[in-house]
């Protein structure tokens, strides 16, 4: 290659900036009006007025969480506190024999202390050697444990957000995800988590945000409901307080 | 640009459809479980009207300011430390995506499902340098073996069954595979696994592009779409340029109508909101990410007020599990990548060849149930019209039928020509009618008469009767209600007004 | 206050009863309908087609028949549909514009007219039968006319309303459609009467007499005796 990869993509870039002038300029002009520089009124933002005011209480937020996750097929535990969480995770690490255990890099979850607890079971805490492939770690854990940022209700979903800590795989590759859910992180609606993103901005933006609302399916085939194509087959949503 | 597109008209591709009792079974099942899921979650959901209201405006304004919005979501992505490139048409964007993988140095690409990818046929231009192209989508998988193009834009292989499936499936296992959805989907898990961790590059669609921060978002429920956003060394998303919204806010409206409008789920498994590659110390994300807005017809549709709705459309699928030719034909008989009633409008007007692609506008009985399911109400029925309008101002129309539509004019144009029609008609028919109705299968009446009988004409029409029924009804006159008298009043009062005060149209309905 | 009958073609040629049948009844409410006799048709299959020139000639006749009526009622909501189409043919004209916008104000499709301005549900129409419905595309989706013939039928004694399974979904006639795509159309109306043998109804009910006859000509084609009328022709002959 005679030109250094950095040289191409500046390259790419130079050819690009000149590309978007043409490019918003021919959209202006088809729309007929002079380039837009200025932000637009946007009279229309978001949901519906009507929509904005809804509002679970706690104990519907948690029967509408634990009805939708069900429905599509996840599990969902109601715990008390996180010594409870611990049992039900070593429970079930035992009932499954799971060899192989992923664990975000998170206070709540070192506190579990997973690795003392699970005796047969490899647990590997994300991003904590800078040597390891932590993709291929995700990919062959049998259990990924994960906290989750947000839930809602309305939809039975959590959301999972990226950081060094926090890798993306955890939540995707293994076979079980476990997700706990702190229940002052249950919004009703969608729209609540949403605009946390809008008022955090572009630059506290994490590359990577993920709404998770059950184990991974698929109807291509003959419309037959098959679960765990690609991502976790089997995922427990842990509610706990 | 239609890969598959074998016959040369939309009937003759319809033919081969209507023969095919299994496809119809199959897609007839598949659109009736899809738009009864729809049915029940808006009805679940409620004041769906207005969720579809909403929907509609946040397109409209910003496909209004998609110059603004546009390069908004650019300089953000840029920001973002994305490689944002443009692409004016299919070439261009192939062009790119070839010169990353070459950079790249690529042997693999593993892709979730894409239309705007199958819009490129970009495949083809990938093997064409050695660089094999996986689509990791189910659905997408099965018809890449296949050899096909997917008929239907949320569920691809509609049109397969699960021997077929488990045929294809064992070919690339080398050993039989039982035709069992479980196992069969256990294979593709596990074959796909080892690709999604060797493949140097990742290759999504995108949803929607979030112009205020940069982002984009992608809706999935198999994970495949995360696998190839997280996993491969360098990402490479394909983006029409009008998938924008302005922010995260509006992305609830979109969240609200496209997964209950294509399958009749709350969410998809999975919405996934990408801002940018790998942060510095992240240990998963792609370390280097481009985005490449292509136009490929699209900016055609801008300011021209009878099409420029078509940027709204969300690829929902909705309008295919509504159509009853869709049910009747599947996706391959509309001979582009994109079928049902969005693709008989979307194809031409990408293309910009009305002459060539408008057998497919006649495929539709105009029947509007596509614009009622449409979640942002986009008038497809009214834009079918228009596509034959222009075909026909464009002087590309049958001129078979133009000869009779001049007829229609002339007789139609005068109430005392449509009498004397209507006189010869009576006449003429007594050659072919039978016990009270018309059978033959020759002349225009053949292709009505080989699925019903034609009913003959009464010996009076209703302007023969007209004086006599006046006469009598006359004589027996009866009083209007006060009340349904004053609220016809007051209609018309009302109408009055509003024509004063330049409201034009609907008065009621 | 002057009230015209919108008749149609398929109604005018073919089916004269409906249009009797719907003049009658709404005597018995001292409706007193004028019928101008330069109507032709309302312009569709030549818009439909995309000959809106031709379309526009049509159209103009309509136009200028109710040019002076209060009220235009016709017993097809596609033909009223139609004259929805007005505003658009004539968008580039302000002269004919306006009398396009001020004729689709004031037309109304029979079940419309009933419910909306004469504020009748119930006819006191009796007829023991068992009745299916199919609601026309056009009717419905681009007039909305969709709990008018509802309210109409299950006000009728001794009916028995049974729902047509996939009642919504299109009889496949979409006028030139059904000759030009004639396999597809074909197809359509075969299951929408397969459709309708389901529901085991002695008579099925319309407010569209081009679906009608679609629907009736695959029927009559099977050898199928299911009865096909018009709601205004089931309301008078109930009330007779």
């Known amino acids: 290659m005679a030109d250094t990869h950095k040289q191409w993509l500046e390259k790419l870039e130079a050819n690009s900036r000149t590309k978007q002038e043409q490019f918003m300029n021919d959209i202006a002009a088809k729309l007929r009006h002079p380039r837009m520089y200025e932000k637009p009124q946007h009279p229309f933002r978001g949901a519906p007025d009507f929509w904005n005011t809804f509002e679970w209480t706690e104990e519907e937020r948690i029967k509408g969480f634990t009805e939708n996750f069900l429905s599509v097929g996840g599990h969902v535990a109601r715990l008390q506190t996180m010594e409870d969480v611990k049992a039900y995770i070593v429970n079930k690490a035992e009932e499954m024999s799971a060899k192989y255990v992923v664990r975000q890099n998170e206070p709540e979850l070192a506190a579990l202390d997973l690795e003392g607890s699970l005796a047969e079971s490899q647990v590997s805490v994300w991003n904590t050697d800078a040597d390891q492939y932590w993709r291929a770690r995700a990919a062959e854990a049998d259990f990924g444990i994960v906290m989750a940022d947000h839930a809602v209700a309305y939809t039975g979903s959590v959301t999972v957000l990226s950081s060094p800590e926090k890798g993306r795989s955890v939540s995707l590759l293994p076979t079980v995800l476990i997700i706990i859910i702190p229940l002052e992180r249950l919004k009703t609606r969608l729209g609540e988590v949403l605009v946390t993103f809008d008022e955090a901005g572009r630059e506290k933006l994490p590359a990577g945000i993920h709404f998770i609302s059950g184990p991974s399916r698929s109807s291509d085939i003959e419309n037959d409901l098959t679960i765990g194509v690609h991502g976790p087959g089997i995922v427990y949503a842990l509610l706990v307080g | 640009m239609a890969g598959s597109k074998t016959e040369a008209t939309v009937k003759a591709r319809a033919d081969l459809a209507l023969n095919d009792e299994f496809l119809r079974k199959a897609v007839r099942f598949t659109t009736e479980r899809l738009r009864n899921g729809k049915k029940k979650a808006t009805d679940e959901h409620g004041n769906w009207e207005e969720w579809r209201e909403r929907g509609k405006q946040i397109r409209l304004h910003t496909i209004a300011h998609l110059d603004y919005y546009l390069n908004l979501f650019v300089n953000n992505a840029r920001a973002n430390g994305v490689h944002v490139h443009f692409a004016n048409n299919a070439e261009e964007a192939v062009g790119l995506t070839l010169d990353i993988a070459e950079h790249a140095n690529a042997k693999s690409v593993v892709k979730s499902k894409s239309m705007v990818s199958e819009e490129l046929h970009l495949n083809h231009a990938l093997e064409s340098i050695n660089v094999e192209a996986v689509e990791t989508d189910l659905g997408e998988y099965i018809i890449q073996l296949a050899g096909e193009m997917p008929s239907h834009i949320v569920i691809p292989a509609i049109h397969k069954n699960r021997y077929q499936i488990a045929d294809l499936l064992s070919k690339e296992a080398g050993y039989t595979l039982p035709p069992d959805t479980t196992a069969l989907a256990g294979f593709v898990r596990k074959k796909l696994r080892e690709k999604f961790l060797e493949a140097e590059i990742g290759m999504t669609g995108c949803n929607f592009a979030i112009a205020e921060t940069g982002s984009m978002v992608l809706f999935e429920n198999e994970g495949n779409a995360r696998m190839v956003s997280t996993v491969p060394k360098t990402q490479i998303t394909l983006m029409g340029m009008e998938r924008i919204i302005p922010s995260w806010s509006d992305l609830e409206v979109m969240a609200t109508l496209l997964p209950r409008s294509a399958t009749g789920q709350k969410l998809t498994m999975y919405m996934s909101g990408i801002t940018g590659p790998r942060r510095d110390k992240d240990a998963d994300g792609p370390d280097e990410m481009h985005i490449i807005i292509i136009d490929n017809g699209r900016s055609l549709q801008l300011g021209d007020p009878e099409f420029q709705e078509l940027l709204n459309c969300i690829r929902c699928g909705a309008c295919l599990n509504a159509c009853p030719v869709y049910r009747h034909i599947g996706g391959h008989a509309y001979g582009s990548t994109y079928s049902g009633p969005i693709g008989a409008v979307l194809t031409p007007s990408l293309n910009k060849n009305i002459a060539e692609w408008d057998d497919i506008a006649n495929a539709s009985s105009l029947c509007g149930a596509c614009y009622e399911a449409c979640p942002v109400k986009i008038p497809l029925h009214d834009m079918l019209v228009y596509l034959r309008r222009r075909k026909v101002e464009s002087g590309n129309g049958s001129k078979i039928e133009a000869i009779g539509m001049q007829g229609f004019a002339t007789v139609m144009g005068n109430s005392s020509r449509l009498g004397g029609v209507l006189r010869l008609g009576k006449l003429g028919q007594k050659l072919v009618v039978r016990s009270g109705v018309i059978k033959t299968k020759l002349g225009p009446l053949k292709g009505w008469n080989t699925y019903r009988v034609t009913p003959s004409l009464p010996k009076e029409s209703f302007r023969d009767r007209w004086d006599t029924l006046d006469q009598e009804l006359k004589q027996g006159l009866k009083q209007m209600e006060p009340s349904m008298q004053n609220r016809m009043e007051e209609l018309v009062r009302k109408r009055e007004q509003d024509e004063k005060q330049g409201k034009g149209g609907h008065g009621h309905g | ?240």
């Open chain 3, 1 to 240: 206050m002057k009230v015209s009958l919108f008749i149609t073609c398929l109604s005018d040629a073919l089916y004269p009863r409906v249009g009797e049948a719907m003049v009658r009844l709404l005597a018995k409410y001292g409706v007193t309908l004028e019928f101008p006799t330069v109507q032709t048709c309302c312009g569709q299959p030549a818009f439909n087609s995309g000959y809106w020139k031709e379309a526009r000639d049509s159209a103009k006749t309509i136009l200028d028949a109710f040019e002076d009526s209060d009220f235009v009622i016709s017993p097809s909501g596609s033909c009223t549909g139609m004259i929805h189409h007005y505003p658009k043919l004539f968008e580039d004209d302000p002269v004919m514009l306006k009398r396009a916008n001020r004729l689709q104000s004031k037309s109304f499709e029979f079940t419309q007219f009933m419910v909306q301005v004469l504020g009748v549900t119930d006819v006191g129409a009796s007829f023991p039968h068992k009745v299916t419905y199919h609601p026309s595309c056009h009717g419905s989706r681009i007039l909305g006319v969709k709990a008018e013939p509802l309210a109409l039928i299950q006000n009728v004694k001794g009916l028995e309303l049974v729902p047509l399974p996939f009642a919504e979904d299109c009889c496949g006639f979409g006028g030139t459609f059904a000759v030009k795509m004639a396999d597809i159309s074909g197809a359509m109306v075969t299951e929408k009467v397969d459709h309708v043998l389901e529901t085991e109804a002695e008579v099925l009910v319309g407010l569209d007499m081009a679906c009608l006859l679609n629907i009736a000509g695959n029927l009559r084609y099977r050898n199928e005796p299911v009865r096909v009328m018009h709601l205004a022709e089931l309301l008078y002959e109930g009330v007779k």
